[in-house]
């Protein structure tokens, strides 16, 4: 069936070293990789996203990489910063086009 | 409008009661996804609407829960009967196409609906 696995479920860093969360999916077929933020108490926010016909992917500090072969993708964040702070989900499409995501990394940067 | 609305932001109700969540999803998006969060835990998917029709209901945890979509536009989530562990925010979201591909969800604020 459909499963998308992330890693860790918390992360603490301190500000300006870098963070890594981890997801691996089941399905093949995925195409579509995106990247949600989530502040406490608000809507997910998409930061990223990476289609199938690339390995990598960079927006400033953020960066994510996929790799179909091993059905596994990243999201790194350099120079973290305490607005850093947050919920973090992956997510991969199931079937008929409904997201299936992960349980979700805490994030905490320390000043 | 700018993005996702949902309405109430907040909805605190007995146990047994009926209740209905709406979504307005961004103009011109044609695909319509509800979700729901209980508190510190994931998204969990519930239904999933292209246009009026809903390819996709399997999330629907019992058949208390219902959607509907009507002019390819607002939808209506609806519990009836409440439990309390229905307790959780509804997030709902809307994207461009929903065909199993590589569109971006944009989501709304939530209805966090509290049972008591």
């Known amino acids: 069936g459909e499963n998308v696995e992330q890693h860790p479920s918390t992360l603490s860093v301190q500000e300006g070293d870098s963070a890594v969360i981890k997801c691996t999916y089941s399905d093949s077929a995925s195409n579509y990789f995106p990247w949600y933020k989530q502040e406490l108490g608000k809507r997910p926010q998409l930061i990223i996203d990476?289609?199938?016909?690339?390995g990598e992917k960079k927006d400033q500090r953020i960066a994510v990489t996929l790799n179909k072969t091993a059905k596994h993708f990243s999201l790194h964040i350099t120079e973290t910063q305490p607005e850093d702070s947050a919920v973090y989900f992956c997510?991969?499409?199931?079937?008929?086009?409904?997201?299936?995501f992960g349980q979700g990394t805490e994030l905490s940067v320390k000043p | 409008g700018a993005g996702v609305s949902q309405s109430p932001s907040n909805k605190v109700t007995e146990k047994g009661k009926d209740v209905e969540l709406r979504c307005d999803p961004i103009s011109g998006h044609t695909a319509l996804y509800w979700y729901r969060q209980s508190l510190g835990q994931g998204l969990e998917f519930l239904i999933y609407?292209?246009?009026?029709?809903?390819?996709?209901k399997s999330g629907l945890p019992s058949d208390r829960f219902s959607a509907e979509r009507t002019g390819g536009s607002v939808s209506t989530l609806t519990i009836q009967r409440t439990q309390q562990e229905d307790s959780a925010v509804y997030l709902c979201?809307?994207?461009?196409?929903?065909?199993?591909?590589?569109?971006?969800?944009?989501f709304g604020d939530g209805t966090r609906l509290s049972i008591l």
């Open positions: 609407f292209q246009g009026n029709s809903a390819p996709d």
């Open positions: 979201a809307s994207s461009l196409v929903g065909t199993a591909s590589n569109q971006p969800q944009h």
């Open positions: 997510a991969a499409p199931g079937e008929g086009g409904k997201l299936i």
């Open positions: 990476i289609r199938s016909n690339v």
